[in-house]
């Protein structure tokens, strides 16, 4: 589509991208020489978000008719005619068989969105973009919630926002459509970090899905045996296990970012050329990852090369093992070993406690997002049946790991913490191939016996808790209420394979 604006800034370079976000009000220098920015949306805008269709059973979220997508069009056309915009091209991927190309266009006074997408995209000269977002950071979408609207137009691969200044929303802008590209392709677009273990055995690839929060970059990034990150949050799974990045950066959440617990993350946080976005800093620039008075949500972008050390997505070989990570704060083991079914019913089910990423309506509740993907347009079940071909098409292990606590919430005195060291020894022996297996009587997956790394038993088999603490009813209830929700749950999506439904029975 073609931008009509007054001024247009085409591709401009890194360092002219800094100069405009330094003008920009908003923006503060912080003691390591990188910009932040406040933003007014500090998080993604699920209810504002709108694909357009004039038949709703062809998507997982809310709709919009085609007639209305145009009326929107219209207005946001008519006020970028007025407007000075900056036009970022770039690849989602950089696998030449595989990448797509994509553009970001949006409005100069909101530049630190266009620097940070320049960060993610892979280099790309010329040529017209597969997938585009339009972006209007200060137009009102009035009748929309919060006069906020994002219209996903999947038949043209055009995305276009108003009235969020909030990063979030270009970057999902376009994996969202390119999502629907890679199941159109045979495979699965995946809310998935990657990395390459080395072990005595050989490198093993692992896939690790997890909602925003839930560990996901801390899983990613955490090293086990010199292990290297590969991507940070989206891959495409194919069949027979191949797998393909999407992007040449991260967008980190930088709460409680602690450098003894992820030195890398911090060291490319701390770089010059980062983008922090609702990160505290005091008058004196001092930046604090622990303080949240304005928000939990806060962000960074960086690039692969400030890790030091990644491995490019080209180079590596078909997935070993998917974990499936979920912060829970009760039954759920450190980690559980899934059949092929169970996997696909565990992932559709992406239990998980909600974090700031989804805003004040997710925060703090228990939910249940397919796939813990809440960027896949088309109906959800149909991530249910792909995941199980696509497993069924390569053997990978696959693993339920909560990254959360057992026995109970942060304030109940009788709960534990499954802490990022927990998590790190499981993922390292699962790698190695040490951990001791049994089966769980109550849900039928195989909980572990031993890991080398973790000492307390009770995190690996909580009803060992339940039991010493005399809350055998508690245990017992809360096993009967999760078989019966999670069956209603799986029931509700129509497409889905019976055979997944009753991996949870």
Request: glycine content about 10%.
């Amino acid at each position: 589509m073609q931008l009509d604006a007054r001024t247009v800034h085409d591709n401009p370079s890194p360092a002219e991208l800094r100069k405009f976000t330094e003008e920009m009000p908003q923006c503060r220098i912080t003691e390591f020489d990188n910009v932040n920015v406040q933003t007014r949306v500090t998080s993604r805008s699920a209810g504002s978000t709108f694909v357009v269709t004039d038949d709703p059973s062809t998507a997982s979220g809310k709709t919009m008719t085609r007639e209305e997508y145009d009326r929107v069009a219209r207005l946001q056309d008519e006020y970028i005619a007025k407007q000075d915009m900056v036009v970022v091209d770039g690849y989602i991927g950089n696998d030449e068989t595989f990448r797509t190309p994509a553009r970001l266009s949006i409005e100069k006074a909101n530049a630190n969105v266009a620097g940070m997408q320049q960060k993610l995209y892979f280099p790309r000269e010329g040529g017209e973009p597969e997938v585009q977002v339009v972006y209007t950071p200060n137009l009102p979408a009035p009748g929309y919630p919060d006069d906020r609207v994002i219209a996903v137009d999947l038949e043209n691969g055009v995305t276009r926002v108003l009235n969020a200044d909030y990063f979030g929303e270009s970057k999902k802008g376009g994996l969202r459509m390119w999502n629907r590209i890679v199941y159109g392709r045979g495979g699965l677009g995946l809310h998935a970090g990657c990395k390459v273990i080395p072990t005595d055995g050989g490198e093993k690839v692992f896939l690790i899905i997890g909602l925003s929060g839930t560990g996901k970059t801390t899983t990613t990034f955490t090293t086990q045996n010199d292990s290297l990150p590969v991507q940070d949050d989206f891959v495409a799974l194919m069949p027979g296990g191949k797998t393909y990045g999407t992007e040449n950066g991260c967008f980190a959440k930088t709460f409680s970012l602690d450098p003894d617990f992820e030195p890398n993350i911090f060291r490319a946080v701390t770089q010059p050329t980062a983008y922090l976005e609702n990160v505290y800093q005091d008058q004196k620039a001092r930046v604090n990852f622990f303080e949240t008075s304005y928000t939990k949500n806060g962000r960074a972008v960086f690039g692969m090369d400030d890790l030091g050390r990644f491995r490019d997505a080209r180079a590596v070989g078909t997935v070993d093992c998917l974990l499936i990570l979920n912060w829970n704060e009760n039954i759920i083991p450190a980690v559980a070993k899934l059949s092929q079914e169970q996997a696909a019913a565990y992932f559709m089910l992406g239990e998980t406690t909600g974090t700031s990423a989804g805003g004040k309506a997710e925060e703090g509740k228990f939910l249940r997002v397919p796939g813990t993907n809440p960027f896949f347009p088309l109906p959800h079940g149909l991530q249910g049946n792909r995941i199980l071909e696509l497993l069924a098409s390569h053997p990978i292990d696959v693993f339920l790991m909560n990254t959360g606590r057992v026995g109970g919430r942060e304030d109940d005195e009788r709960s534990k913490k499954v802490k990022i060291p927990h998590s790190s020894a499981i993922v390292k022996s699962i790698a190695e191939g040490t951990i001791s297996w049994t089966g769980d009587d109550d849900f039928g997956y195989r909980i572990a016996q031993d890991v080398p790394g973790i000492e307390d038993p009770e995190l690996l088999q909580p009803i060992r808790l339940y039991e010493r603490q005399g809350r055998n009813d508690e245990y017992r209830e809360l096993v009967q209420r999760f078989k019966a929700e999670r069956r209603d749950t799986l029931e509700k999506f129509p497409e889905l394979s019976k055979d997944i439904v009753s991996a949870v029975a």
